[in-house]
């Protein structure tokens, strides 16, 4: 079970996500923007960082980096995509994803830790997750409120496309409507989240809460690849 | 071939929450200022294009606008040629 | 080759001066070169032989500073220290100040201050892991510190959350003298494999130079514009840009780059470009190899159109590297920054001269000696001459003290215990961390919220520990105590995690030391630095000067800001700050040793007991390190922390509030309660423990020579302080001194005003 | 009094580097444009205005411009009446 790493130029925390996606039992890969294959991955991380410095809009020039027609093809054909902060940016950026991530309420950048709520664990990115649980671990952004028009907003609710939310008693780091914190795609099978599971996947590093989404992305990889469709 | 010099001025759609322009309006009484409202902030990105003619010109700058240069889902652009 | 005579450009025959040379200095220029110069060669003298570059005013001072030790594999004179740290492994750290450019547009000065720190980090073949800033600014609540304030954090924040390497520590200090010139100064650590360790040189006659990363343009010209306003009319040459703008993003590139040409070993010597740009990098690596190094200035990649040779030359434009590579390397150099997405070029080569040439049009258009630029720069023994007198501790009158030095009667020390917890030099920099990213990397296990950065060692079970420590107020007083206590201070931050400390860096910051005082200042704070390092048997493996920091209102307080990075075997032996389990008891290493001078209490109190500093016993600071390097391996520590600013009462505060456990403690009063509670002698560390283990701490603390005492025991919701005297256990009420002596604070109400205490000083939004 | 809406555009000055700029130019030929060059990003601020006349607004506008819309050692702006 291979899990690749997209590497654009900027993202940051494409080694963090190697190593979590390691310790959650996977051969992890690293897939440079400019490929466009995707080098037998079966499930695929957009990292966190600054990809493009960020500029002009978080996500918007790394979606036209060669590798993102692979990415889509692979998320076209059911495969598994996790993109984590700047990795959700850019999916949302691409369309694979609803939603776009704007500035920070604040206006600032905001590293904290935070709660997250698990609202569904019936999908390949929560399985692990124990019943009930809430999730530990960092967010480190400074556009990463999240925004849709209010007749979307509600269709995303309907169709219980809303993954994760914000639960912690300092509320809400950015100022995202409903408190949401990752999203999940139609088909279920792309998902984009603000904070770093791949940040709290060791205790040592005060949280290992993270390592269950990755451990869950694993086990539901493995499964497909054992069954292929 | 020619060169033409273009700006796309790019703003957040009427009915997105512009933090960025709150805090302008937020920050006015200490400067004093009780007559400014209504404060918008977008983007202002400047450009040349080399192309045979102007229309040529504005053709590709319209397509970086809507795939590049805004996010059509809380952004609005409008482009102009610079003279 | 010829040197070809350019001609002058400029009309007066002052040029020099304008450029900031005295005559004496060109005299020596003329000296060194055997002829006159040209205003190329000027220019290139000029920013050479500026403070900043040849270090002319402190060269003498810093050769006096102890550098060798144990595992030390660069010292000063690279462009970072760097220790083993076993296993082949070292770590890389140095300070660095960039506080002229903050004071002037603070975004960009802080953002690219982190830039250059950073550069100074990779370009040894090291990943830089964490970042550490040390801020100093004036009085909180004026608009210039607000604005500086928000503009300088935001910069650190901009750039080293987007090159993605945390900022996990630091230091905030407000003071009078630093309102128009605050201080930013940033250090930077990075961890290498020892056999890639690459240095700042240019052998190999022959072997091709690259300058890489980003273009070449007027940035930072600053002072040299004279030569630009000579040619092009004074209106064009004022308009020339000399703020340096960051580009956090090309530095990321750069940063990969360079660590991949390392590792596939295609670089001879690798340098970045900092102050006084190619100029600088060229005539130090040759100079370090003992050659020269010839540059063809048509082939440096430039961004704007119509730059003058000089500007060229000096040009601090941001994110370049120069490197030097062997012929056979240099198309997997380029290819390698052609992915990268980094402008790259071949400009210029290595020769067996020993000068600096600069060609341009198949023309020598300056040839100086590498060494005249350099190691043979000017050097000066400037006059040093202590002040007449010593100023007093700054007043502020917010406190009355009797003439026993008691709190005024009535007074309750508790109130004065909240209102220094929300003092913005003790309150929670919880609103300056929370816009750093602090995990980024996925190694931080403590960031800079509570006492020193813990950065984990990926793959193995080590981990570093760093903290940077300055005592402007002290120093204000006494330069060489100011400097003595950074160093312990820092050292022992380090220390009581359990952390061995491997060395030191520094970074001096002083005023004019063309001005007699400012230069007593800046010698008796290198002696002081030299002193403590020896005495705790740490190198110190570089640094960085910043002199010239005064202003309209005069020179800031002299700062000695220090760096420290330990390490710690067994990162489960890590012992932190906060009481861990009601029930433990809590002791007192170390003793209360008089001396308010330079204390925030001082400055509360408007009047202290008394004006002096406390003294620093260096000897008992070594062995309560050596003793909480064993407590932690003996896992007889639950929890140290070391009494800083503010004193006691608030590291006692600290470790409740961090802890979410209260505490009782009994203070036995030896001079006045001011001084047991808010005094901030050096040397003390509260721990906890197991009441089982008391003996053994107890044992432990009689082999190792350091004084403890049990004060009390963790547990409740409150933290109550009660002050008995000296071999009584009875109350002071004794005394007829009320009640109101004892500390009785929930904890809640600490932590609300340690937590409110900066956005309220800063008037930002919380 | 009337009301009067401005715009006010805050570029990079000459010769200062615009990293935004430089990299929207850097990632152009993944869209397959080889046609821009001089990409310059700044931000463009509307506001409205209550003054008695269009030139009393206007030096409203001014001022915030210098004062607080633009940073002065790094920026340039241009203001102008949008109708
Ligand atoms: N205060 C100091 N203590 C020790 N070493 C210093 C000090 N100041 C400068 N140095 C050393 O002098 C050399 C030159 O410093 P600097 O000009 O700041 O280097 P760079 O330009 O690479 O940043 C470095 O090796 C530095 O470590
Ligand atoms: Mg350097």
Same mark, same amino acid.
């Given at each position: 079970m291979k899990v690749g790493v997209v590497v654009f130029p900027g993202s940051n925390c494409d080694r963090d996500a190697l190593h979590a996606a390691r310790l959650a039992g996977a051969e992890a890969l690293s897939l440079w923007h400019e490929q466009t294959d995707l080098h037998g991955a079966d499930a695929l991380i957009l990292p966190g960082g600054f990809a493009y410095g960020d500029y002009l809009r978080a996500g918007a020039l790394a979606r036209f980096s060669p590798i993102m027609g692979a990415v889509s093809d692979h998320a076209a054909r059911g495969g598994l995509v996790l993109g984590i902060c700047n990795g959700f940016q850019i999916l949302a950026e691409a369309g694979l994803v609803p939603g776009a991530l704007v500035r920070n309420a604040s206006l600032r950048f905001e590293h904290r830790w935070i709660r997250l709520r698990v609202?569904?664990?019936?999908?390949?990115?929560?399985? @692990?997750?124990?019943?009930?649980?809430?999730?530990?671990?960092?967010? @480190?952004?400074?556009?990463?409120?999240?925004?849709?028009?209010? @007749?979307?907003?509600?269709?995303?609710?309907?169709?219980?496309?809303?993954?994760?939310?914000?639960?912690?008693?300092?509320?809400?780091?950015?100022?995202? @409507?409903?408190?949401?914190?990752?999203?999940?795609?139609?088909?279920?099978?792309?998902?984009?989240?603000?904070?770093?599971?791949?940040?709290?996947?060791?205790?040592?590093?005060?949280?290992?809460?993270?390592?269950?989404?990755?451990?869950?992305?694993?086990?539901?990889?493995?499964?497909?690849?054992?069954?292929?469709? | 071939m020619a060169e033409f010099r273009f700006c796309v001025s790019v703003m957040p759609k009427p009915g997105i929450l512009d933090p960025q322009g709150r805090a302008v309006e937020g920050s006015l009484p200490y400067l004093g200022v009780d007559s400014v409202s209504s404060v918008r902030i977008g983007r202002r990105v400047e450009l040349t294009v080399e192309a045979a003619t102007e229309s040529g010109a504005r053709t590709i700058v319209e397509r970086l606008a809507d795939d590049l240069l805004a996010n059509p889902l809380i952004e609005a652009w409008t482009a102009e040629a610079i003279v | 080759m010829t040197l070809a005579e350019s001609p002058a450009l400029h009309p007066s025959a002052v040029l020099h001066r304008a450029l900031g040379l005295t005559d004496h200095e060109l005299e020596q220029v003329v000296t060194r070169l055997q002829r006159q110069p040209n205003d190329l060669e000027l220019a290139m003298f000029s920013v050479m032989w500026s403070e900043h570059c040849s270090y002319k005013s402190s060269r003498a001072l810093l050769r006096t500073l102890p550098t060798a030790g144990a595992g030390v594999v660069a010292g000063p004179g690279e462009n970072a220290g760097v220790v083993s740290i076993g296993d082949g492994m070292a770590v890389a750290f140095k300070l660095e100040s960039h506080n002229h450019p903050s004071a002037v547009e603070p975004y960009q000065g802080a953002a690219t201050g982190v830039g250059g720190i950073l550069r100074d980090i990779f370009t040894m073949g090291a990943r830089p892991i964490a970042l550490l800033d040390a801020l100093k600014f004036g009085p909180p609540a004026s608009v210039r510190t607000r604005h500086l304030v928000r503009g300088v954090v935001a910069g650190i924040g901009g750039y080293g959350n987007c090159v993605g390497v945390p900022t996990v520590g630091g230091e905030l200090a407000f003071h009078d003298s630093f309102a128009r010139n605050p201080l930013v100064n940033v250090?930077?650590?990075?961890?290498?494999?020892?056999?890639?360790?690459?240095?700042?040189?240019?052998?190999?006659?022959?072997?091709?130079?690259?300058?890489?990363?980003?273009?070449? !343009?007027?940035?930072?010209?600053?002072?040299?514009?004279?030569?630009?306003?000579?040619?092009?009319?004074?209106?064009?040459?004022?308009?020339?840009?000399?703020?340096?703008?960051?580009?956090?993003?090309?530095?990321?590139?750069l940063i990969e780059a360079c660590l991949e040409v390392i590792e596939a070993g295609l670089v001879e010597g690798l340098s970045d470009l900092g102050a006084a740009g190619l100029t600088c990098a060229a005539s130090e690596m040759a100079d370090r190899a003992g050659t020269g190094m010839l540059i063809e200035l048509d082939d440096v990649p430039r961004r704007e159109e119509g730059m003058a040779p000089f500007e060229v030359m000096i040009s601090e434009s941001q994110e370049r590297m120069l490197a030097v590579v062997r012929p056979a390397a240099v198309p997997a150099m380029l290819g390698i920054c052609a992915r990268w997405g980094l402008p790259a070029a071949v400009v210029g080569r290595v020769t067996d001269d020993g000068d600096v040439t600069v060609r341009s049009a198949g023309v020598a258009i300056a040839r100086i000696p590498a060494q005249a630029l350099t190691s043979d720069a000017i050097e000066y023994q400037r006059e040093a001459r202590p002040?007449?007198?010593?100023?007093?501790? %700054?007043?502020?009158?917010?406190?009355?003290?009797?003439?026993?030095?008691? %709190?005024?009667?009535?007074? /309750?020390?508790?109130?004065?215990?909240?209102?220094?917890? !929300?003092?913005?030099?003790?309150?929670?920099?919880?609103?300056?961390?929370?816009?750093?990213?602090?995990?980024?990397?996925?190694?931080t296990v403590?960031?800079?919220?509570?006492?020193?950065?813990?950065?984990?060692?990926?793959?193995?079970?080590?981990?570093?520990?760093?903290?940077? /420590?300055?005592?402007?107020?002290?120093?204000?007083?006494?330069?060489?105590l100011g400097a003595v206590t950074a160093v312990a201070e820092c050292v022992r931050n380090v220390a009581v995690t359990g952390a061995r400390p491997l060395g030191v860096t520094d970074c001096l910051n002083f005023a004019d030391p063309g001005r007699p005082e400012a230069f007593w200042?800046?010698?008796?704070?290198?002696?002081?630095?030299?002193?403590?390092?020896?005495?705790? !048997?740490?190198?110190?493996?570089?640094?960085?000067?910043?002199?010239?920091?005064?202003?309209?209102?005069?020179?800031?307080?002299?700062?000695t800001q220090v760096g420290v990075v330990g390490s710690i075997d067994d990162i489960a032996m890590l012992v932190g700050p906060a009481f861990t389990q009601a029930g433990d008891v809590v002791a007192l290493l170390g003793r209360t040793v008089p001396g308010m001078g330079g204390s925030i209490y001082a400055q509360h109190a408007g009047q202290a007991p008394d004006d002096e500093p406390p003294l620093v016993d260096l000897q008992h600071e070594l062995a309560l390190g050596r003793m909480l390097a064993l407590g932690a391996a003996r896992t007889i520590l639950h929890s140290a922390h070391d009494v800083s600013t503010g004193g006691l009462a608030t590291c006692l505060a600290e470790c409740a509030i961090w802890g979410g456990l209260g505490a009782s403690v009994r203070l036995s009063v030896r001079s006045a309660p001011a001084v047991e509670l808010f005094g901030e002698g050096p040397g003390r560390v509260v721990v906890s423990t197991a009441r089982s283990l008391w003996p053994r701490l107890q044992g432990l603390a009689a082999e190792s020579g350091v004084p403890v005492t049990l004060i009390g025991q963790v547990g409740g919701e409150r933290l109550h302080i009660r002050l008995a005297r000296a071999g009584s256990t009875g109350p002071l009420e004794d005394r007829g001194v009320s009640a109101a002596d004892d500390v009785d604070l929930a904890l809640a109400d600490l932590r609300g005003a340690w937590q409110r205490g900066l956005p309220r000083a800063l008037g930002l939004d919380p």
């Amino acid at each position: 079970m291979k899990v690749g790493v997209v590497v654009f130029p900027g993202s940051n925390c494409d080694r963090d996500a190697l190593h979590a996606a390691r310790l959650a039992g996977a051969e992890a890969l690293s897939l440079w923007h400019e490929q466009t294959d995707l080098h037998g991955a079966d499930a695929l991380i957009l990292p966190g960082g600054f990809a493009y410095g960020d500029y002009l809009r978080a996500g918007a020039l790394a979606r036209f980096s060669p590798i993102m027609g692979a990415v889509s093809d692979h998320a076209a054909r059911g495969g598994l995509v996790l993109g984590i902060c700047n990795g959700f940016q850019i999916l949302a950026e691409a369309g694979l994803v609803p939603g776009a991530l704007v500035r920070n309420a604040s206006l600032r950048f905001e590293h904290r830790w935070i709660r997250l709520r698990v609202e569904r664990r019936d999908t390949p990115f929560t399985s @692990a997750v124990p019943d009930g649980m809430t999730l530990r671990m960092p967010v @480190a952004h400074g556009e990463g409120c999240y925004v849709l028009p209010a @007749a979307d907003l509600r269709s995303l609710e309907e169709r219980r496309g809303v993954l994760f939310r914000y639960d912690s008693p300092e509320g809400n780091p950015n100022g995202s @409507a409903h408190d949401i914190a990752g999203v999940i795609d139609q088909a279920g099978n792309v998902c984009g989240l603000m904070p770093h599971p791949e940040r709290a996947s060791e205790a040592v590093l005060g949280s290992d809460d993270g390592l269950l989404l990755l451990r869950s992305l694993v086990a539901s990889a493995a499964a497909a690849v054992a069954v292929p469709a | 071939m020619a060169e033409f010099r273009f700006c796309v001025s790019v703003m957040p759609k009427p009915g997105i929450l512009d933090p960025q322009g709150r805090a302008v309006e937020g920050s006015l009484p200490y400067l004093g200022v009780d007559s400014v409202s209504s404060v918008r902030i977008g983007r202002r990105v400047e450009l040349t294009v080399e192309a045979a003619t102007e229309s040529g010109a504005r053709t590709i700058v319209e397509r970086l606008a809507d795939d590049l240069l805004a996010n059509p889902l809380i952004e609005a652009w409008t482009a102009e040629a610079i003279v | 080759m010829t040197l070809a005579e350019s001609p002058a450009l400029h009309p007066s025959a002052v040029l020099h001066r304008a450029l900031g040379l005295t005559d004496h200095e060109l005299e020596q220029v003329v000296t060194r070169l055997q002829r006159q110069p040209n205003d190329l060669e000027l220019a290139m003298f000029s920013v050479m032989w500026s403070e900043h570059c040849s270090y002319k005013s402190s060269r003498a001072l810093l050769r006096t500073l102890p550098t060798a030790g144990a595992g030390v594999v660069a010292g000063p004179g690279e462009n970072a220290g760097v220790v083993s740290i076993g296993d082949g492994m070292a770590v890389a750290f140095k300070l660095e100040s960039h506080n002229h450019p903050s004071a002037v547009e603070p975004y960009q000065g802080a953002a690219t201050g982190v830039g250059g720190i950073l550069r100074d980090i990779f370009t040894m073949g090291a990943r830089p892991i964490a970042l550490l800033d040390a801020l100093k600014f004036g009085p909180p609540a004026s608009v210039r510190t607000r604005h500086l304030v928000r503009g300088v954090v935001a910069g650190i924040g901009g750039y080293g959350n987007c090159v993605g390497v945390p900022t996990v520590g630091g230091e905030l200090a407000f003071h009078d003298s630093f309102a128009r010139n605050p201080l930013v100064n940033v250090m930077a650590v990075g961890i290498l494999d020892e056999r890639r360790l690459t240095r700042s040189v240019a052998p190999g006659p022959g072997n091709a130079v690259i300058l890489f990363g980003s273009t070449t !343009g007027r940035d930072g010209i600053g002072g040299a514009s004279v030569l630009a306003s000579a040619t092009f009319g004074p209106e064009q040459g004022s308009k020339r840009p000399s703020v340096q703008i960051g580009d956090p993003f090309a530095e990321k590139l750069l940063i990969e780059a360079c660590l991949e040409v390392i590792e596939a070993g295609l670089v001879e010597g690798l340098s970045d470009l900092g102050a006084a740009g190619l100029t600088c990098a060229a005539s130090e690596m040759a100079d370090r190899a003992g050659t020269g190094m010839l540059i063809e200035l048509d082939d440096v990649p430039r961004r704007e159109e119509g730059m003058a040779p000089f500007e060229v030359m000096i040009s601090e434009s941001q994110e370049r590297m120069l490197a030097v590579v062997r012929p056979a390397a240099v198309p997997a150099m380029l290819g390698i920054c052609a992915r990268w997405g980094l402008p790259a070029a071949v400009v210029g080569r290595v020769t067996d001269d020993g000068d600096v040439t600069v060609r341009s049009a198949g023309v020598a258009i300056a040839r100086i000696p590498a060494q005249a630029l350099t190691s043979d720069a000017i050097e000066y023994q400037r006059e040093a001459r202590p002040p007449s007198h010593r100023p007093r501790a %700054p007043s502020r009158g917010l406190l009355e003290l009797t003439p026993d030095g008691f %709190p005024e009667r009535g007074m /309750d020390p508790g109130a004065v215990l909240i209102e220094l917890m !929300g003092d913005a030099n003790v309150a929670s920099r919880a609103w300056i961390t929370g816009r750093y990213d602090e995990t980024v990397g996925s190694d931080t296990v403590t960031g800079g919220a509570h006492g020193a950065a813990v950065m984990r060692i990926k793959g193995t079970t080590r981990a570093l520990v760093m903290a940077t /420590d300055s005592s402007p107020y002290v120093g204000l007083i006494d330069p060489y105590l100011g400097a003595v206590t950074a160093v312990a201070e820092c050292v022992r931050n380090v220390a009581v995690t359990g952390a061995r400390p491997l060395g030191v860096t520094d970074c001096l910051n002083f005023a004019d030391p063309g001005r007699p005082e400012a230069f007593w200042q800046l010698a008796e704070a290198v002696r002081g630095l030299g002193d403590a390092c020896r005495a705790l !048997g740490l190198p110190v493996t570089g640094g960085n000067v910043s002199l010239y920091n005064e202003s309209v209102d005069g020179p800031i307080a002299p700062t000695t800001q220090v760096g420290v990075v330990g390490s710690i075997d067994d990162i489960a032996m890590l012992v932190g700050p906060a009481f861990t389990q009601a029930g433990d008891v809590v002791a007192l290493l170390g003793r209360t040793v008089p001396g308010m001078g330079g204390s925030i209490y001082a400055q509360h109190a408007g009047q202290a007991p008394d004006d002096e500093p406390p003294l620093v016993d260096l000897q008992h600071e070594l062995a309560l390190g050596r003793m909480l390097a064993l407590g932690a391996a003996r896992t007889i520590l639950h929890s140290a922390h070391d009494v800083s600013t503010g004193g006691l009462a608030t590291c006692l505060a600290e470790c409740a509030i961090w802890g979410g456990l209260g505490a009782s403690v009994r203070l036995s009063v030896r001079s006045a309660p001011a001084v047991e509670l808010f005094g901030e002698g050096p040397g003390r560390v509260v721990v906890s423990t197991a009441r089982s283990l008391w003996p053994r701490l107890q044992g432990l603390a009689a082999e190792s020579g350091v004084p403890v005492t049990l004060i009390g025991q963790v547990g409740g919701e409150r933290l109550h302080i009660r002050l008995a005297r000296a071999g009584s256990t009875g109350p002071l009420e004794d005394r007829g001194v009320s009640a109101a002596d004892d500390v009785d604070l929930a904890l809640a109400d600490l932590r609300g005003a340690w937590q409110r205490g900066l956005p309220r000083a800063l008037g930002l939004d919380p």
